[in-house]
């Protein structure tokens, strides 16, 4: 009989070794020295946590300092909040994966730095081919400008495109609540769209290679 690495959870089939593969690339990039300035100051990496065959993956910009001291993303007030979202729509933390485009805090908080989310990009790239979501949703308009390029969050939040069978979806970064009141509805609303999103993934158009500008649709 021949041995095959896999097993079934629902509808999808996923791959032992890439369990175990998940967990190696954390401790490569633990162990990255790429951007010096960022090893100097962290005190911990943070690579991402949740579900490994997770449907969902969302993506933030870079860890804040409660991230930093605990090794875990999305822990501080806009991890509190993205609890409630994720709860509005019956998901758990454990039943999706949470990661940032960088994988250490900038000091002080700082935006991330073009050369900084170059260098972390190789990381995001495996961690998505090995969870191998069907929707990506960016939070934060750094998160965005990775997979819409040249888009003004304001204009884009609430929309999707579909490539390579992925769904990407953005929205606001849960923090911009804390920050500026009025966007906390817009967010909660954005955050119910993924439901109906992930339902109609079969009956949505890609983008092809072909296209000039990649196409947005609205739920």
């Known amino acids: 009989m021949t041995y095959c690495p896999c097993y079934h959870r629902g509808n999808r089939i996923v791959n032992r070794n890439n369990m175990s593969a998940l967990s190696e690339l954390n401790q490569q990039i633990g162990a990255c020295q790429k951007c010096q300035v960022l090893t100097k100051n962290r005190t911990n990496v943070v690579p991402g946590e949740g579900a490994e065959d997770a449907e969902i993956m969302f993506i933030g910009e870079a860890p804040g300092w409660n991230e930093d001291k605990q090794g875990l993303p999305f822990v501080g007030q806009a991890g509190m909040f993205l609890n409630e979202l994720l709860a509005s ?22 935006d991330p730095l073009l050369s900084e989310i170059q260098n972390c990009r190789p990381w995001l790239d495996r961690q998505i081919e090995i969870i191998s979501p069907k929707m990506i949703v960016t939070l934060g308009r750094y998160s965005m400008a990775t997979f819409f390029p040249g888009k003004s969050i304001s204009k884009i939040h609430g929309t999707a495109l579909k490539k390579d069978n992925i769904i990407y979806y953005a929205m606001y970064h849960p923090a911009a609540a804390l920050h500026q009141r009025s966007l906390r509805q817009t967010i909660q609303d954005d955050m119910k769209r993924i439901p109906s999103l992930l339902a109609s993934a079969e009956a949505i158009k890609p983008v092809t290679p072909e296209a000039q500008q990649l196409t947005m649709f609205e739920v």
């Open 89 to 110: 729509i019956n998901l758990r933390r454990n039943q999706i994966y949470i990661t940032n485009i960088i994988k250490c805090r900038p000091q002080g908080n700082r």
